[in-house]
């Protein structure tokens, strides 16, 4: 079954510059979420065995206390 989803022009362009020749925007958005899977696992784990992890969810409280003061 198809769907259609509608994109503003600036997004289409953007799509349209990253497809490939041969591809259609389906096999373009396939790749494209493919991609970003892959990026998502290589990071997984990259904090193991470190302090970072606490240190990154310390920065964002700290920025949503200052947020909220203001």
């Not at 799509?15 to 925007?25: G, V, W």
């Amino acid at each position: 079954m198809s769907k259609s989803i509608r994109v503003e022009e600036d997004t289409h362009a953007a799509l349209s510059a990253l497809k490939r020749e041969d591809e259609t925007f389906d096999e373009l958005l396939s790749r494209l979420v493919a991609d970003r899977r892959r990026s998502v696992r290589r990071g997984a784990g990259l904090w193991d065995g470190s302090d970072a992890a606490e240190r990154a969810r310390e920065a964002r409280l700290a920025t949503k206390r200052d947020v909220g003061d203001r």
